[in-house]
C-alpha cells in the first residue's frame, strides 16, 4: 500500500485488488443484500482506495483502512436509494476472536443437518434470523456484520468504524442481547400457540 500510495503504479492498484476483492465483494454482498448494488460500491471502493491512496498512513494495517472506506461507500450508496442493509445469514457464527456466538445463537445461525425436516427448519431459523437481524439498529447490525460474518478482530472494527473497541464490545453485546431476547419472547410466543 505503501508503494502505491507513494508511486501509483497500476501493478500495485492490481496486486492490492486481486489481494482484497473477493473479501470486500462478499462483505458487501452480505451488508447490502443485493448483488448489483454491491457491484457498483464494489467499483466505487476501489476508485476511492485510488483517488485517497495518499491518505494511507504508514503503519495504519491496510484491511481495516479497505473495509472502512467500502463501509463508507456502502453506507452512502444505501443513503443515496433509500435503502436499509440486509445480511446473508450463511456464514459461520462465531465471534470475531474465532469464538462461538454464546447463548445458543450458535446454533440458529449455521446448522449441518440433512434430513428434509431440518433442512425446513434450518430454513425457517435463517429467516428468523435474518429479519431479527434486519430490525436492529444499524450501528449494532453494522457492527455486528463485520465481527460475525466477515470474522474481523475488535481492533479492526474500531478502526473501520472508528470507535473504541470497548464500543465494539458493547455493540456486540447489546445486539446479541436484543437477538436472545427476541428468541426468548418468540420462543413464549410460539409456546403458548400450542
Known amino acids: 500500500m505503501l508503494r ?15 489481494r482484497y476483492e473477493r473479501e470486500i465483494y462478499r ?9 448489483t448494488l454491491a457491484d457498483d460500491v464494489f467499483q466505487d471502493t476501489f476508485l476511492q482506495i ?12 491496510v484491511k481495516p483502512w479497505i473495509y472502512a472506506i467500502a463501509n463508507h461507500q456502502a453506507i452512502d450508496s444505501m443513503r ?23 447463548n445458543g445463537l450458535e446454533a440458529m445461525l449455521t446448522s449441518n443437518e440433512l434430513d428434509p ?19 436492529l439498529p444499524e450501528q449494532l447490525r453494522e457492527t455486528l456484520v463485520l465481527a460475525y460474518y466477515q470474522d474481523l478482530k475488535y481492533r479492526e472494527i474500531a478502526d473501520i468504524l472508528k470507535i473504541p473497541v470497548g464500543t465494539v464490545k458493547s455493540r456486540l453485546h447489546s445486539a446479541l442481547s436484543k437477538i436472545a431476547e427476541k428468541a426468548r419472547i ?9
Open 27 to 35: 462483505y458487501l454482498v452480505r451488508y447490502l443484500g443485493n448483488a
Open 186 to 194: 418468540d420462543h413464549i410466543s410460539n409456546e403458548d400457540e400450542s
Open 4 to 18: 502505491y500510495r507513494d508511486k501509483g503504479l497500476d501493478s500495485d492498484f492490481t496486486v492490492l485488488m486481486s
Open 50 to 61: 485510488h483517488q485517497k491512496r495518499h491518505l494511507y498512513e504508514e503503519g495504519r494495517p
Open 80 to 102: 443515496r436509494s433509500g435503502r436499509h442493509p440486509a445480511q446473508s445469514l450463511s456464514a459461520h457464527g462465531v465471534d470475531a476472536d474465532g469464538e462461538p456466538l454464546r
Open 117 to 135: 425436516l431440518s433442512s425446513i427448519q434450518s430454513d425457517e431459523r435463517r429467516e428468523w434470523v435474518k429479519k431479527t437481524i434486519d430490525s
